[in-house]
Structures are given as C-alpha cells and as structure tokens.
C-alpha cells in the first residue's frame, strides 16, 4: 500500500508542475500572452468587472451620478447634468476579435424621456469607436439590440453604456445587458 501513495504522490506532484506552469516558448512579447476568446458573452454579471463612471467626482470632467449595479439590474441616477455623455457612465473591459460579428442588448427605461449611448470602442490612445448609437429612452421598458462585425483585433476595449446627456434627476433602470459574439 505504502507504494501506491508514493506512486499517486509523484503523479500528483507531476500533474501540478504541467499545470503551474504558465511559461510561455513564443518570443515573449504581449502577443504571445494574451489571447482573445474566441467566442464570448459579457453580462452585467452584478457589477463584477464594471466600472462605475462619474467625472465630476473623479476629478477629469463634470457629471455626477448615483449607481446601483446588482442582481443582473443596473440603476443610475443623474444628480448632476454633464457636458459630454462620457462623462457619466457604467463600462467594461471587453477583448474582441476581427471580422467577429457581435450583438449587443441592453433593455432601459428612464424616468423621462432622456438619451442614452451604447459604445464599444478602444480604452486608451485615441478611442477608435467600433460601435456608437445614441437612443432616446422612454419610461416604458424597451429591449434595444444591434448587431455589428469588429474591423480589427481590440485587446482593450471597453463596453461602455452613457447618461451624461441626462438632465439632473432623472433616472434610468436597465436590464439584459449583454455583448456577445456570433456567427
């Protein structure tokens, strides 16, 4: 018995080394490292993973907004108006691939009839937009979906969805947010 345990012990011991190591043969460069999944579906997922944007308390621009993200349900609420609709935001790092066709959907409803942006777009250097549609929000719920194909690789996008247009004090209720890939 004594020598299966030393048996499974060195099996074991084989079988975490292969599984720890994460170094890579290639030339080492980013490239090699990071892949980007081939198909995928980002969902509010409670919050995790999204970024609660208000700039007028960030200190980079103006907008100030209350945030809810839980329970597959977003709530925002405008508390001061922005000058640019990026100003007041809920975003998320997304990975997408070229000539990848995409759906996004998001249902809302707003307090009053205000504007809300959907983008996808790079998050740094000079923003490429891939996708950019603004919608006027009414207070009835209304399943908005669009569909769109990625020009090229973007290691690091983001999924941004924009209320800075808003005026103060209304609010917006959003649900079945999602980015997925397609075929």
């Not at 074991?12 to 190591?21: G, P, Q, T």
């Not at 709530?75 to 108006?81: A, E, G, M, R, Y």
């Amino acid at each position: 018995m004594k020598g299966f345990y030393v048996f499974f012990t060195v099996l074991a011991s084989c079988f975490l080394v292969a599984c720890a190591n994460t170094e890579n043969s290639g030339s080492g460069s980013e490239d090699d490292q990071f892949a980007i999944p081939m198909m995928v579906t980002y969902t509010l997922n409670n919050g995790k993973g999204w970024e609660k944007v208000s700039a007028g308390l960030q200190g980079w621009g103006d907008g100030v907004a209350d945030f809810s993200l839980a329970n597959e349900q977003a709530n925002i609420k405008v508390k001061k108006k922005a000058s640019n609709p990026w100003h007041i935001q809920i975003k998320r790092p997304v990975a997408l691939l070229e000539d990848m066709n995409y759906e996004l959907s998001v249902e809302a409803s707003a307090s009053e009839p205000s504007n809300m942006v959907i983008a996808v777009q790079q998050n740094y250097g000079e923003y490429i937009t891939y996708f950019y549609r603004t919608e006027l929000v009414g207070t009835d719920s209304k399943l908005y979906t669009y569909e769109f194909t990625m020009p090229s690789d973007e290691r690091k996008g983001t999924f941004s969805i924009m209320f800075g247009e808003a005026d103060r004090g209304v609010s917006y209720s959003l649900s079945n947010i999602k980015l997925n890939s397609t075929y």
